[in-house]
């Protein structure tokens, strides 16, 4: 009998996320899966190019939800999933990261008392002033599965007592960065229409919460960008939520390359050959890795601390890069493998069925 995963994305970085599992999913017999799309990132360059370029399932159901403020926005979600799932009956719900499509995904999940997996479990940067870390803190509460991408995500779910469930399964995004470097580019190179020499670039990003809901946040993290602008091109693709940030603020872009949000696969190519990366997004962080390129991470403190520490990323108030090592803990490009392996060995059990799903590393390092 088939099970039915509900995978829930609303934000571009889910949208790379699930790239490598859904194909996992599709390989994988006895399963199949329902995507649903909040609306969250409801943009065509933040939405539709993403599903086009990585060959995503279309969403069975866009629930159109955007805007409002973040318990506003969760709480429309929230009403919206409670009838999705009632529709769908799924065996088990898929959220990723840390968004409030994440949180209102699992919150509808519980309270139909269906099974939750997060992927990108027990990061924490343990300050819950940000709204990512209350929805980190309380999905992974609710969650049954737990997959956590290092060995420090594992350690600190198990200091907030949670062991049961959880899986050292390495980072989907490393699998999904060399998925997609093996897509072929349409048209002319980004690049080449942008004019730009390879290693003589900086690439940043500005999109958080954080950053863009105050004017002294947004005007010190531009600031930052100018003064290195000053050194290195800065190319900017300008998230709409920064862009109107700017304009109500009056932060001056002056001195940026900026451009219009880029699809997946040209924002891999603009890392893969550039100097330097600046953001305060967690996934660009691990990408800039991934690329061996260093970062700048334009926050006080980073949930991705393993790049700090392996002297590949730093924080903006930090002078100087750690001496660099290599990152283990990321897996080797398996981690949907692993994630897809360790559900269907649970929906089995959970329906009493015959284990016929290989048999899920879980624990070990991969």
Not at 2 to 11: C, F, I, K, Q, Y
Not at 263 to 278: F, K
Request: hydrophobic content about 45%; proline content about 5%; aromatic content about 4%.
């Amino acid at each position: 009998m088939t099970a039915r995963l509900l995978t829930v994305v609303g934000a571009r970085p889910q949208f790379v996320k699930a790239m490598p599992v859904s194909r996992a999913i599709a390989r994988a017999p006895g399963l199949t899966e329902v995507m649903i799309h909040t609306g969250q990132h409801h943009d065509a360059a933040l939405s539709d190019s993403f599903f086009r370029e990585l060959d995503l399932p279309q969403p069975a159901e866009n629930l159109g939800v955007h805007g409002g403020s973040h318990g506003e926005m969760t709480g429309r979600m929230l009403t919206a999933l409670d009838g999705v799932i009632a529709r769908h009956a799924p065996d088990l719900v898929i959220v990723y990261g840390d968004t409030n499509s994440t949180l209102a995904g699992a919150l509808a999940a519980a309270k139909a008392d269906v099974p939750v997996a997060h992927v990108e479990a027990g990061l924490r940067v343990f300050d819950r002033t940000m709204p990512e870390e209350t929805n980190r803190v309380v999905v992974d509460h609710l969650s049954r599965l737990l997959f956590a991408p290092t060995r420090a995500a594992v350690g600190h779910l198990a200091r907030e007592g949670l062991v049961d469930g959880v899986h050292h399964v390495g980072d989907v995004m490393q699998d999904a960065v060399l998925a997609m470097a093996a897509l072929p580019a349409s048209g002319a190179s980004v690049l080449n229409r942008l004019g730009l020499t390879p290693g003589a670039y900086a690439v940043a990003t500005l999109h958080r919460a954080a950053t863009t809901d105050s004017a002294a946040g947004l005007a010190a993290a531009v600031g930052y960008l100018r003064r290195q602008a000053g050194r290195t091109p800065v190319i900017l693709p300008l998230h709409p939520r920064t862009r109107e940030a700017a304009a109500r603020f009056g932060v001056d872009l002056a001195g940026l390359t900026v451009i219009d949000p880029l699809g997946p696969i040209d924002m891999q190519r603009l890392l893969a050959d550039c100097a330097l990366v600046l953001t305060d997004s967690g996934g660009l962080q691990k990408e800039a890795y991934f690329h061996r390129k260093p970062c700048v991470t334009l926050r006080d403190d980073t949930e991705w601390r393993e790049t700090v520490d392996a002297g590949w990323n730093r924080l903006w108030t930090v002078n100087d890069y750690r001496p660099r090592r290599e990152i283990d803990d990321y897996g080797a490009g398996d981690a949907a493998e692993r994630i897809v392996a360790t559900i269907a060995r649970f929906v089995a059990q959970n329906r009493g069925e015959d284990l016929t799903a290989p048999r899920a590393m879980t624990g070990a390092r991969p």
